[in-house]
């Protein structure tokens, strides 16, 4: 058995070891994804609604990302014009494909009035799935202003959600503003309405027209209920890039540049908190704050008859999309505490070991390379510990890795805990904090 310092440097020789894998990518899967819910009943439009929408229409517009040399459509979303010289707001998901590969694709939009022409992208804000277009051939008349961040909408406002749903038709949607999404690190619009496909970039706004948020996402387990960027941000990447000169290239090396800052803001918020106690009368296992992550449980009943477990899960429920098959920027992480006195020594420590087997670390894909993991027995205070760390580069977001910590207890025949940890998107000397962090956080609940 080697001591915590020991385990820290082993740690430390992995990830170095890693080093050739810097070329990196990466993805994660949340709770919330881009694009939205399923379609919800039609309700009766309000007359504020349908005013806020006449108001707006003209400044509305469908987002289509189309082949390069060909009409056929690979995505289609909405989007809206925040300026006279024709800058426009809309989902950085929705334009991604151009993005990655403005070789093969190229932007279009559609206005209400049947207009069409091109668009140029000029800047992106990925951590907040924002992009900043400009239209090429025409100046629109008119434009939509933010509502100041210094008058805040009172809990149940009623505001009007817009874009052009499941490509069919430009609509207004309404709905109830519910303050900002509890446990969440970026500031997310709690917003008591329904967002469907292609309404994604579109603008959701107050009963004086001024832009509140964006339509970005929707949440798997509730309908009518969806998050918003708040509008800042996009009023926050208009004012930054106004006058950049139009993306050519590959954004890669600005999604590097700008996941990179994300994870260092993320990774000091995380450690900079305790982990709480997770209740188990033999083991201290690490159950971090839910400041923004949420945590379920569930375990078997007290009459069961074979192994006895608790199980414990704690995750972000927003990720960073980076393309249609990748996700990132986030944290996952789970226990669980099991019992095999009814099983017997034999029994239990046959499930056991296949419990730690059954753990997945994913494989070599266009995004990330394979996993390359190391296995070592250490001590925690005199607990001993057998752990796995695995890392999986980035191949086009060089120095971002996918981090992965697995953990059991192995100093009795019939009792057990397994914990796993997960980072999306860190880099070299973060996932060496989180690793060591993590291992700390495991240890006798009495010291023995």
Not at 195 to 224: K, L
Not at 343 to 353: E, K
């Amino acid at each position: 058995m080697r001591p915590l310092l020991m385990q820290i440097r082993l740690l430390a020789a992995l990830i170095a070891a890693l080093a050739w894998a810097q070329n990196a990518q990466a993805q994660a899967a949340a709770a919330v994804r881009p694009a939205a819910s399923a379609a919800a009943p039609a309700a009766e439009v309000s007359a504020t609604a349908r005013r806020v929408y006449e108001r707006a229409r003209a400044h509305l517009l469908q987002i289509r990302t189309l082949l390069k040399n060909q009409d056929s459509q690979a995505s289609v979303g909405s989007g809206f014009v925040v300026s006279e010289e024709g800058h426009v707001i809309t989902n950085y998901h929705v334009v991604s494909q151009f993005a990655l590969e403005p070789e093969r694709y190229r932007l279009r939009y559609g206005s209400t009035d049947g207009e069409g022409g091109n668009l140029e992208l000029l800047d992106i804000d990925v951590r907040r799935d924002l992009a900043l277009l400009r239209v090429v051939d025409r100046k629109p008349q008119g434009f939509m202003k933010f509502r100041a961040v210094e008058a805040p909408l009172s809990k149940g406002d009623r505001i009007y959600s817009m874009g052009n749903p499941h490509d069919v038709a430009f609509a207004v949607v309404e709905g109830n503003y519910n303050g900002l999404v509890e446990r969440s690190f970026d500031p997310l619009i709690y917003y008591a309405g329904s967002i469907n496909s292609g309404m994604s970039g579109g603008p959701v706004v107050d009963e004086e027209g001024r832009v509140v948020g964006i339509n970005v996402s929707a949440m798997f387990f509730a309908q009518q209920m969806s998050f918003l960027v708040p509008g800042e941000y996009a009023l926050k990447l208009l004012e930054r890039s106004r006058a950049a000169k139009p993306i050519s290239s590959p954004v890669w090396p600005r999604l590097r540049e700008q996941l990179m800052a994300y994870q260092d803001e993320l990774v000091q918020g995380f450690m900079a908190q305790p982990w709480r106690d997770a209740g188990h009368q033999r083991y201290q296992l690490p159950v971090p704050q839910e400041k923004f992550m949420r945590c379920w449980g569930r375990g078997t009943s007290a009459d069961t008859k074979g192994l006895e477990f608790q199980r414990s899960q704690c995750r972000q429920d927003h990720a960073i999309f980076i393309n249609g098959g990748m996700q990132t920027g986030y944290l996952d992480m789970s226990h669980e505490a099991y019992d095999g006195a009814k099983l017997g020594a034999l029994r239990f420590s046959r499930q056991y070991s296949n419990s730690f087997r059954n753990e997945r670390l994913g494989r070599d894909d266009r995004d990330r390379t394979a996993p390359f993991c190391k296995e070592e027995f250490v001590q925690r205070d005199g607990l001993p510990l057998r752990a796995v760390v695995c890392l999986r580069a980035y191949r086009k977001l060089a120095g971002l890795h996918d981090l992965s910590v697995i953990v059991t207890t192995v100093d009795a025949s019939t009792e057990g805990a397994l914990g796993r940890f997960d980072a999306k998107g860190i880099s070299f000397d973060n996932a060496l904090k989180l690793s060591a962090h993590y291992l700390k956080g495991f240890a006798w609940t009495t010291p023995r």
